[in-house]
């Protein structure tokens, strides 16, 4: 058995021990090779209690836009008649019902993992799409219908089963957002250069990038600083593209975007409590090392207050 399918087997078995029992049994069932991938990515969604929170995604959203806002002055997106793209969106179409919610003219999303048909689903509809419209009505006022929210979903949003570097949205975008998705990117470098090529002039954008390990939340640096990026491979595969901020700040830079980082949590602790491997103390200072999440967006004329 190679090592990276212990690592996660590891991982998967934690899991099993910890999500609602229909779920892993939706999961199994994704891998078999006879299984419908749609009714089965629904079987997730419906037992799946965080997918099923209304106001999760939007949540992240808020709390990112007033951080932007308190310590940069960052203006919040206006969304009405623009072009969005959301990169990774996930099975629920991530931010892209709330964009369309706030009046945006056409939403297209990329995600390799996106099954088409299972958010359109009447089952999900009830149990997700609904409860969101309701959190979206609470959170930005009753700026239309449900039914005309899901006939503006049905004309302007579009999710695509790709990857970044094959987006083709048929537009420019005045707005570019993703939550924990570059991070997963392995060809970081080849996918924002195509993602400069889809970039309006005077885009905005806001990406939420997770640098921990996706696996434990109580040590988010274990694994990946105790050894090298090519262990690391060897054990946990290529879920995670293992770059830092200045790997993706220079990333960005190479392909022509410039970007600001805004710093959401820095637990220095963590780091503190993992045995550093010298790969990453020959190349990173421990301040970088400690950054777990930080938001990418355009630059402000603020700064840090
Ligand atoms: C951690 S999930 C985040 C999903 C969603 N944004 C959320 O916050 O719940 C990362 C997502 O990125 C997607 N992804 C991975 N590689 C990608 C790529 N090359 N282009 C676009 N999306 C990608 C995955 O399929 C997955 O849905």
Redesign the pocket.
Known sequence: MKLEAIGNLGHRLMLARTLPPRLVLAKIAKRLPWSNRRSVRVSEILHSPSDLRPD??LE?YRTQEALLSERKSRSPIDFRGRNVI???????A??GPMAIFRGAERVYG?????VDGAFSDPAVEAAYLRPHHMALSEAFGALMPFEEFRTRLADKLTVEA????A?QPEFTADIII????LE????LDV?LMSLANLSAPAVRFMHLV?FGN?RDRLSPFSTIYEMSPSDYRRRYGNHINLRRPSDLHAAFAAAGIEAEMTIVDQPHEKVAGVDVHAYWKDRYCTEELAVRTALFCEPTNGGEK
């Open positions: 999760r995604l992240f959301e990169i990774g969106p996930g099975p629920l991530g931010w990329v995600d390799p993992d996106w790709r990857g970044l570097d987006a993703s939550n924990s998705c997963h990117i392995v060809s996918a997770n996706h």
